[in-house]
């Protein structure tokens, strides 16, 4: 039996650069993301290796003496991989290849890795392909020394033209033709957008840091079915279900992927369409896992990704997950909303679920309905639409009053306005 079968999974070394005026905390949580990284990806990590430098070293990411002994170990270990925890430029790649017998990645190479395996539909594989090209381009030429020979000939490459060359023109044709089909998936999904915008259906968006438990509450709220694991971006497709609440109210509830530390740039752009779903949330809420010692790093990092997209004026609120793992006492940090739950409760689930009922009331106004008693269509119609309602019998007018929040722009409203008591204050105050 050889090396190859009598190893179970890929080994590797993990490299990683300590920067003189880096946050020390963030640098040994990024290295720590690594890890996990490198475990979701299947890799069993055998030694990290790291380096305490003023900047990266712009030929070889650590000195050429590091380099030399990370490779030493590399060949006693007989690790399949090398990772390293930034982002390689192309020509850190190219001087990488020569200096190890093993294949170099970084951690976006990791990243992407783990999401071509994980993306189950149409558009998150174009996602994830796209993001692959885009990153693979400018390293072609540190790709193995087997794309710098000649190939010319008659075809699909030219008299003369390089390997590279005839590469680098078939990967920018799939770009083009991965960006049209991006494209009409998006339209697609604009046209689902405005057609929920038009029937009024309150939305909700759970964001937050990877393995948060996004997933768990999406499918104990929905019995949805979703992907849960205890490993960096179980999920990666954005999963949308309808959610029902206590008082019959049904909205829109969306999973989406998460966040985390130093997302690779190719990633956030190939994947923006898919965020941008977060603009279009009537409430955010932001699922935090309370159990884990760098939650507050790991709130600043979505805040920063909710700023980016543009999303962080939207109503929101922080649902600190995981209670039945923290001791009683920790400290939470303040937040202008939150709530603290478990996803594995009923009881918490009840809670949050009457939380997000109050948020979507409070986007409609409040009015008073004068409804006669031969009009039992209209009582029909607003119970069937699960508005929330009081209502009450005036015998001396032979009608009902009712008590209703609706937004002027549901389909329903053109229905009702008849019937609007004359007088009637539509203010909360009247509710």
């Known amino acids: 039996m050889s090396k190859e079968q009598e190893k179970e999974r890929e080994t590797a070394i993990l490299v990683a650069s300590y920067l003189d005026g880096r946050d020390e905390e963030r640098a040994r949580l990024s290295l720590q993301e690594l890890h996990e990284l490198a ?134 044709r799939r770009i083009g033709e991965l960006k049209a089909q991006l494209q009409d998936i998006v339209r697609t999904r604009e046209l689902h957008r405005e057609r929920r915008k038009k029937n009024n259906v309150f939305q909700v968006a759970l964001v937050g840091y990877t393995n948060a438990g996004k997933s768990t509450l999406l499918n104990r709220l929905t019995n949805a079915e979703a992907l849960e694991e205890d490993k960096l971006f179980a999920t990666l497709d954005p999963t949308t279900r309808q959610l029902t609440l206590p008082s019959g109210m049904e909205v829109l509830l969306t999973d989406t992927v998460g966040f ?87 009881d918490d689930l009840q809670l949050l679920l009457r939380r997000i009922e109050e948020h979507a009331y409070a986007a409609f106004k409040a009015m008073l309905l004068k409804v006669p008693v031969s009009r039992g269509d209209i009582l029909s119609l607003l119970h069937r639409e699960g508005l929330e309602m009081e209502q009450e019998y005036a015998e001396n007018e032979a009608a009902y009053l009712v008590k209703v929040r609706l937004n002027r722009e549901h389909p329903v409203y053109g229905r009702i306005l008849p019937f609007i008591a004359e007088g009637a204050k539509t203010t909360e105050e009247s509710w």
Not at 305 to 319: G, H, Q, S, W, Y
């Open 260 to 346: 985390i530390q130093d997302l690779p740039t190719s990633l956030v752009a190939a994947f923006r369409s898919t965020l941008e779903g977060v603009q279009e949330a009537d409430l955010i809420l932001h699922v935090v896992d309370a159990h884990h010692p760098d939650l507050e790093i790991h709130m600043e990092v979505v805040e920063r990704e909710l700023r980016n997209l543009k999303a962080d004026a939207l109503p929101r609120m922080t649902v600190f997950n995981k209670a039945d793992l923290i001791r009683p006492g920790t400290y939470l940090p303040k937040t202008e909303e939150s709530l603290l739950i478990s996803a594995l409760q009923a």
């Open 39 to 172: 475990r979701t990806a299947g890799v069993e990590v055998l030694e990290t290796i790291t380096q305490n430098r003023e900047r990266i070293d712009v030929a070889w990411y650590l000195g050429s003496g590091k380099i030399q002994e990370i490779a030493h170990r590399a060949e006693i270990l007989d690790v399949d991989l090398i990772i390293f925890n930034d982002e390689l430029s192309p020509s850190q790649v190219r001087n990488l290849d020569t200096a190890f017998d093993c294949k170099v990645i970084d951690r976006t190479q990791l990243i992407l890795d783990i999401f071509a395996g994980r993306a189950q539909s149409r558009e998150g594989k174009i996602q994830v392909e796209l993001a692959q090209y885009n990153y693979l381009l400018p390293r072609l030429a540190g790709q193995g020394k087997q794309l710098s020979r000649l190939g010319g000939g008659i075809g699909t490459r030219g008299p003369g033209e390089t390997k590279l060359e005839s590469d680098r023109r078939h990967i920018r």
